[in-house]
């Protein structure tokens, strides 16, 4: 069993990773850019962790070429250089978590990884997930399924059901601690594979990773609709702290 106290003490790092090219959002710039309730989706993605006491770092990673659009976005914000990202999410993920790991005395020992594609991250869950460390190798926000869900093969005839009371949709952010996440990254970097989450790679390397109750909005944007979606959530997201004050 791991030690929570020792746990509330990690040097922890946000690392969003915003080097897509948002294909399927179909948008005149990658979506992580669009700006939504007057701000760059990026931008809303980086303020809970900027906010956070146990947060002590926030690291971007960003596409190639786009470093004009990533200064724009964050604008006043303190944040280092961005990493340049790779081809997939998991190679900008592995750039991002080297690129911590040479930081020396001031490298993170645990690090929450997010999609800049999540703008609305409730506070809450990280605190939630840097507390899974003490229990676990890692810690993921999923939510309970609501449509049965089939694995099919490649001309689309079901192979299996699984269980429905079993599956869970993972979001971000997921959270690690840094060398154990970092190894299980650089032990897949060379495999044919792509992983498409990071707790993924950690399962992978025999890594006990938790989900707790994620959030409806920590959805993705990941099609042009929604956009839609995210503007409804912004303006309820600010009446809500509006009648909080
Ligand atoms: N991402 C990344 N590097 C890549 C691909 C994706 O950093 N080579 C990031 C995206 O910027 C996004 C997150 O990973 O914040 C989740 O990926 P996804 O929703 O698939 O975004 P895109 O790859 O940009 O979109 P699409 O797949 O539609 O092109
Ligand atoms: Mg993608």
Redesign the pocket.
Known sequence: MRNTVAQETLRTAALV?????????GAHL???YVEVAGKPLLRHALEPFMRHARVDMVQV?V?SGQEELFAQATQGLELPAPVI?????Q???LNGLRALATLGERAPEAVLIH????PFLPTAIIDALLATLGEADGGLPALEVVDTIKRVDEHGIIVETPPRASLRAAQTPQAFRMREILSAHEAVAGLQVEFSDDAQVAEHAGMKVKAIMGAAQLR???HAEDFRWAAEMAAKLAGDADTDT
Do not use: F, H
């Open positions: 990773v915003a080097a897509g090219s948002g294909a399927r959002a990658p979506k992580q990673v596409g990202g790779g081809a997939t999410r190679q900008s993920v999609d800049a594609a999540r993705k944007i990941t």
